[in-house]
């Protein structure tokens, strides 16, 4: 089975402060994602990476950074994390970038800024 | 682009009584479709795909999903619903020249009640 996981379940941080979320997976998968969860909303691509290295745009990248140094790893970052950043992200990967295939998610993180 | 609504944000149902919930999806060609699932506190799991072939698609847990082109519908059935069903399913929709990006509908919570 693949797995996905990602560093924290729950996590507070203040008004200004630098944030990393980070996320695994275990199957070799060429393809990584971020979304942010809201309610009504669905999911959100913020970004996503097909190659170590690699990063595209979603379609929310506004306030968010991502590095790719390992392809099992995929981490975001909240350079200056803000009040509307308080949100669900979720990670997900999938196994080839040239074809649409189905993604595996992690359990997601809640970060609550404040 | 393509684009996915799920026109219900709540649906209840008691148990045992057959669910539908609802996916309509805007995009040019052939789409591919997901349904996916989101127990409480969880990430996101697969219920089933359609990349093509027959449109009356069998997945996990007993739901199936029929994609009609004619209505551009992508809507998941399940006969008899069960207590453990109670979750948010998300419809998603990728394209083959999009890098296997999806773009996720907004989600519907299905409440059972006994």
């Known amino acids: 089975d693949v797995k996905v996981t990602q560093s924290s379940r729950y996590l507070v941080k203040r008004t200004g402060e630098k944030v990393f979320l980070e996320c695994v997976q275990d199957m070799d998968h060429e393809n990584m994602f971020w979304y942010r969860q809201d309610p009504g909303l669905g999911l959100r691509l913020i970004y996503f990476?097909?190659?170590?290295?690699?990063?595209e745009k979603g379609d929310i990248p506004e306030g968010y950074s991502v590095s790719r140094e390992k392809k099992e790893r995929f981490s975001l970052i909240l350079e200056s994390a803000s009040t509307n950043q308080t949100s669900m992200y979720l990670c997900?990967?999938?196994?080839?970038?040239?074809?649409?295939?189905?993604?595996?998610f992690g359990p997601g993180t809640r970060l609550t800024v404040t | 682009a393509q684009s996915v609504t799920q026109p219900d944000i709540h649906i209840t149902v008691s148990e045992g009584a057959s669910l539908e919930l609802r996916c309509n999806y805007s995009?040019?060609?052939?789409?591919?479709l997901f349904w996916y699932v989101q127990s409480p506190g969880q990430g996101l799991q697969l219920l089933l795909k359609y990349f093509s072939g027959d449109t009356l698609v069998q997945g996990i847990k007993g739901f199936e999903a029929e994609f009609k082109r004619s209505q551009s519908s992508f809507n998941l059935r399940k006969p008899s619903v069960h207590w453990s069903d109670a979750a948010e399913y998300f419809c998603a929709v990728g394209a083959s020249a999009a890098g296997n990006k999806l773009t996720f509908g907004g989600g519907t919570r299905v409440l059972v009640k006994p």
């Open positions: 997900a990967s999938s196994l080839f970038y040239r074809e649409t295939v189905e993604q595996y």
């Open positions: 995009y040019g060609a052939t789409p591919y």
């Open positions: 990476s097909y190659d170590v290295k690699m990063k």
